[in-house]
């Protein structure tokens, strides 16, 4: 019985893994022209080092 679980669970990991995998390729391929641009996270590192800098003066 623990055979029969353990295979199970192999293979709805495999199923998954090969889908995530497929998916990748598939967006690689057909691009969203409508994708949100990617947050810029050096602004949050601008407002800490002046942050920094007024906590000092």
Known sequence: MS?????????????LGFILVVDNLVGLV???PRAPAPLPF???????????????K
């Not at 055979?3 to 199923?15: R, S, V, W």
């Not at 050096?42 to 942050?51: C, E, K, P, Y």
């Open 42 to 56: 050096f602004h949050i590192g601008r407002a800490l080092v002046a942050s920094q800098k007024l906590y000092r």
């Open 30 to 32: 057909f691009r969203d």
């Open 3 to 15: 055979l029969l679980i353990i295979a199970a669970l192999l293979y709805l990991g495999l199923a």
